[in-house]
Each structure stands twice: as structure tokens, then as C-alpha cells.
């Protein structure tokens, strides 16, 4: 049985900046009282190196709006769907997966608690978090809390306090990323905030492959729905990035999301669907909730057209 489409292009390397420019566009706004239109200067996105690069231009049966797709059967490896699934792309919080398979492989003590200290604080992108300097969590729980959570100062103090220290910790992510043919993939840090981390919808999919197949707890905790931790004398509740976790409809085994201005929003995913198991990897989506709709738009195709056939249809450039 063959279902597939496919269509590929080839990505421009798109230069990184640390502090990502917020570019201004003008908009006419009416005053109440005067009833004139003024102009006033409000952000715009900055385009993600995929639309620089041109990939959405692609167009494609599944009306996707992320601009790299692929989907594969674990079992079989037969590639179901296929969009420019070889362009190298900066891949945000997907960095956390193989950040959790390399802890997770160390055999490291869960129990040993850790502290967050300023170098986890985020300088890259300037992001938030809860976990404040000083609070103290078990390596257990910081990998719950950045593969569930996408926690990045949780991540990032699992590669500081990593026997050898941070750039070991880095280098092992890359040796890893080699043993099991990510050809095209580079990290530089642990947690996804850094535009250099980037890889192909191909490598990903060896990685979610390995990570579901080889290590039980990652299967465990980036599916969990939520988890309260106890932060000091607080109770901090944290809920899964990924809303298809709870949805009744999915069968997920493993999943991780991802997002920053140069990546768009990312997903993978090892679901059950249909009774196949597949591989999902779905990067540079365009709108917050876009690349859910995209995996449900996959989901809907395969229960209605795996058991046809033949069915092939291809992609075309808009």
C-alpha cells in the first residue's frame, strides 16, 4: 500500500542574530473623539528562516501551514508524507528531546536535586520563567518540567550540572545526534532558545524513533498532562505545551513542542493512528495553533485513506 506526497526544496542558511530585530509596520487607528485616522507603529513578526527561505510557497493537498511535514511509518519506515523534509531548519524547544535522551542515557541519580543559578536564565531570547534562581528541584523533575513544560532554565540546568559541565553535555547531544544518522543536525545548547540549533524533519524522526523505542521515561514524561511542583512554600501547577495529550481522540506515545520567531512552531510527535504507528514531524508552522490543526489534518487523512491503494497526490509550487 502506497500513501504519499511529497514535494522538496532546498533552504537557504539564514544568518543568526542573538536578539532576533522586531520589526515596526504602521497601522491607521481612529480616535473616538476627533474621528481621524493616526498612525501608530505596532510589532510585526519577524519571518522565521523558513519564509525567508521561501518554503511555504509550497502548496500541498492537506492544505498544511507548516512549510517542512513528514510523516513515516515506524513499523515499515514507509514514508506516508513528505514536504521539504530535508531543509535544515532551526528547531526551537524540539532541542529539549534530544537534551532529555542524553540524561536519560547517563543513568544519572533522579533523585540528586539541583539548583537553578543565574547562568540558566535566559539571555538569548529574554524569556521568562517560574523557576526562579535558588529554587532547588530534583534532576527528575527538571527533565519532567522541560520535556513536559518545555521548561528552558529546567533544561538548561540539566546540561550545566551534567558530569564535565555545560560544553560536554553539548558535545555529547552532538555525538548522539551522529550515532543514529542525524547528518544534518547541530546543537549548540541544551534548551532550543539559540537559532543555531537545527536539523531536518529526516533527522527528527530518527530521533523521535530512537527516544520512543529506546527510553521508556521519555515516553512517560512528555505525555503527561500536567504535574504540581512544589516550588519553596508554593504549588506550581505546569501542564503539557501539547493539548493533544488530553484530547481523546490521539494515541501519543511520545511528543515535543517548539517555537521561536526563527523556527515557527514545531511539533513531533510517535502516535497510534489507525493502528500504525507513526512518526509525525511537523516544523515552521505559521500561527499559534497551526501545526495542532496540522496534525489533525494528517490524523483525519490517514483514518479516511489508509486503507485505499495507491493513493498519491503530489505537491506543487505556489
Known amino acids: 500500500m502506497a500513501l504519499a506526497w511529497s514535494f522538496s526544496a532546498h533552504a537557504e542558511a539564514a544568518s543568526n542574530k542573538t536578539k532576533p530585530a522586531v520589526h515596526k509596520k504602521m497601522a491607521a487607528v481612529k480616535p473616538a473623539a476627533k474621528g481621524r485616522y493616526a498612525k501608530v ?3 510585526a513578526a519577524r519571518p522565521s528562516f523558513g519564509q525567508m527561505a521561501g518554503l511555504h510557497a509550497a502548496l500541498d493537498p492537506l492544505d498544511l501551514r507548516s512549510s517542512v511535514a513528514l510523516v513515516i511509518d515506524q513499523d515499515t519506515n514507509e514514508i506516508l508524507l513528505r514536504k521539504n523534509d530535508q531543509a535544515v531548519l532551526p528547531i526551537a524547544s524540539l532541542t529539549k528531546l534530544m537534551t532529555g535522551l542524553v540524561i536519560s542515557e547517563a543513568n544519572l541519580p533522579m533523585s540528586e536535586m ?3 543559578s543565574q547562568a540558566d536564565v535566559d539571555t538569548e531570547k529574554g524569556s521568562s520563567s517560574r523557576l526562579a534562581v535558588g529554587t532547588v528541584l530534583s534532576r527528575g523533575d527538571m527533565l ?4 513536559m513544560s518545555s521548561e528552558n532554565r529546567a533544561a538548561h540546568a540539566l546540561g550545566r550540572t551534567f558530569p564535565g559541565g555545560l560544553d560536554t553535555f553539548v558535545s555529547r547531544m552532538n555525538a ?6 542525524m547528518r544534518d543536525t547541530r546543537y549548540v545548547e541544551p534548551t ?3 537559532s543555531r540549533n537545527q536539523s531536518s524533519a529526516h533527522d527528527l524522526a530518527l530521533l523521535v524513533s530512537t527516544a520512543h523505542k529506546e527510553q521508556p521515561v521519555l515516553r512517560e514524561l512528555s ?3 500536567g504535574r504540581e511542583i512544589e516550588v519553596g512554600h508554593r504549588t506550581l501547577q505546569y501542564n503539557n505545551t501539547n493539548r493533544l495529550v488530553k484530547s481523546p481522540q490521539w494515541d501519543i506515545g511520545l511528543q515535543k513542542t517548539g517555537y521561536i520567531s526563527e523556527a515557527g512552531q514545531c511539533l513531533v510527535m510517535q502516535a497510534q493512528v489507525s493502528g500504525r504507528k507513526l512518526i509525525m514531524v511537523f516544523l515552521d508552522s505559521a500561527g499559534k495553533l497551526s501545526r495542532i490543526a496540522d496534525a489533525e ?3 483525519r487523512w490517514i483514518e479516511t485513506s489508509h486503507h485505499s491503494a495507491g493513493a498519491v497526490a503530489t505537491a506543487r509550487q505556489g
Do not use: D
Open 176 to 181: 548522539r545526534a551522529q550515532s543514529i544518522g
Open 41 to 43: 507603529m505596532v510589532p
Open 297 to 299: 489534518r494528517v490524523r
Open 114 to 116: 539541583i539548583t537553578i
Open 144 to 147: 519532567h518540567l522541560a520535556l
Open 223 to 225: 505525555t503527561s498532562p
Open 192 to 194: 532550543g532558545l539559540s
